[in-house]
């Protein structure tokens, strides 16, 4: 059985850092491609950052240089690095795991596994 756990949220103010981690088990596939979305209240779930078992990675537009994927095949953890938070960084975050080539094209769907998020706030 595939568990995700993410942890590593919090509060912060404007401009700070948070560094989240996902921790993955049961993943037993040679192949997958790792992805952080978030979801503000209110809004749809969004894509943040992806990387694959290749170590490729892909960001939204709106987050390049700021936000940086990372994974530790070692310890089976995936990481998001967040730099200079604003207010619009606030949102629950998810980490997600999926089968599939370039999970990057095709949004939440591509993805059969989910952590049950961390909640990231950043006030002014």
């Known amino acids: 059985q595939v568990q995700l756990v993410e942890s590593g949220g919090g509060s912060v103010q404007t401009g700070g850092s948070l560094r989240l981690s996902c921790a993955v088990s049961?993943?037993?596939?040679?192949?997958?491609?790792m992805g952080w979305f978030r979801q503000a209240p209110g809004k749809e779930r969004e894509g943040v950052a992806y990387?694959?078992?290749?170590?490729?990675?892909n960001y939204a537009d709106s987050l390049k240089g700021r936000f940086t994927i990372s994974q530790d095949n070692a310890k089976n953890t995936l990481y998001l690095q967040m730099n200079s938070l604003n207010p619009e960084d606030t949102a629950m975050y998810y980490c997600?795991?999926?089968?599939?080539?370039?999970?990057?094209?095709?949004?939440?769907?591509?993805?059969?596994?989910w952590g049950q998020g961390t909640q990231v706030t950043v006030s002014s």
């Open positions: 997600a795991a999926s089968r599939k080539l370039a999970c990057w094209d095709g949004g939440p769907m591509n993805f059969a596994y």
């Open positions: 049961g993943y037993t596939y040679s192949w997958r491609c």
């Open positions: 990387i694959d078992s290749d170590g490729d990675t």
